[in-house]
């Protein structure tokens, strides 16, 4: 097990947060603003204070009573996308930004400049960036350095807080394409919490449905967006792949089937037509 919350409270709620994350398996957590998805991300990577329970990360248990030497054990194995990443931001290049975490856990400095390389390449930038100062680049290309400063120490388990906000469709695609191979090839485990429920929808196993600080249903993606009932209730809409299988079911009696890919949904319309 990855990570495993036991009677989690967060700070001035009221409910207590029990769930469990796979590891190498990719996880969405969807909810309506207020449902402290963030306060979620930030309890795992010890932003946030446990109030009262425990969090179990890779074997080690963090609690109300954890010091900082547990909180930095743990945050070796984690990487954390803010929403907005030029809050992680604070150095003036973005070769000193991608490198800072190496400095901190005294990489000697050949090993830094190919760790640099690897990761500004894995995010699908060039090493003409390494110059820049990191508050001059786009939206996308600022989430991309900010991905990479987190890769570049290889943690095994990956934080997104709505990391596609602020992405036109090219950007949200290269992300997509990124997270795939993180996933597939190098067996990370990533957890996203975010409103984009179709971005979701694409890229991960399993999710989690918050409502008012509890898990209130969680499953696979299918049996959770399938569950239109729940969703409904608190106000959140299954994916439009999802929704358009639906209303062809209803309307011309044809079974799609279920997909998350709308290239192989459209293969499955084209045999119909045909």
């Not at 090839?185 to 957890?191: A, G, H, Q």
Request: one cysteine or more; a positive charge; hydrophobic letters at 40%.
């Amino acid at each position: 097990m990855a990570i495993k919350f036991k009677d989690v409270k967060i700070k001035g709620s009221k409910n207590k947060l029990n769930f469990n994350i796979e590891i190498s398996k990719t996880y969405g957590l969807i909810g309506n603003s207020g449902s402290n998805k963030t306060k979620i991300l930030e309890l795992i990577c010890g932003l946030e204070i446990i109030e009262s329970g425990q969090v179990e990360i890779l074997g080690d248990t963090l609690s109300g009573g954890s010091n900082e030497k547990d909180f930095f054990k743990v945050r070796k194995n984690i990487g954390y996308l803010f929403e907005n990443p030029s809050e992680q931001f604070f150095q003036e290049t973005v070769y000193d930004e991608i490198s800072f975490a190496l400095k901190n856990f005294n990489y000697k400095k050949d090993d830094i400049d190919n760790h640099v390389k690897k990761a500004i390449k894995l995010v699908g930038l060039d090493e003409k960036y390494l110059d820049r100062n990191p508050f001059t680049l786009s939206c996308g290309e600022a989430k991309k350095v900010a991905l990479a400063s987190i890769l570049v120490y290889n943690p095994k388990i990956i934080l997104l807080d709505d990391p596609t906000i602020g992405l036109d469709f090219k950007a949200k695609a290269d992300l997509l394409k990124l997270l795939r191979v993180l996933k597939k090839r190098y067996n990370k485990t990533i957890i996203i919490a975010s409103k984009d429920i179709d971005f979701i929808h694409k890229i991960v196993d399993h999710v989690l449905v918050i409502d008012q600080d509890k898990v209130v249903l969680s499953g696979t993606k299918y049996n959770v967006f399938s569950n239109q009932k729940i969703l409904k209730r608190i106000g959140i809409n299954a994916p439009k792949l999802i929704l358009f299988s639906d209303i062809v079911k209803k309307e011309k009696n044809i079974n799609l089937g279920y997909r998350d890919d709308i290239n192989d949904l459209m293969k499955d319309v084209y045999r119909y037509v045909k």
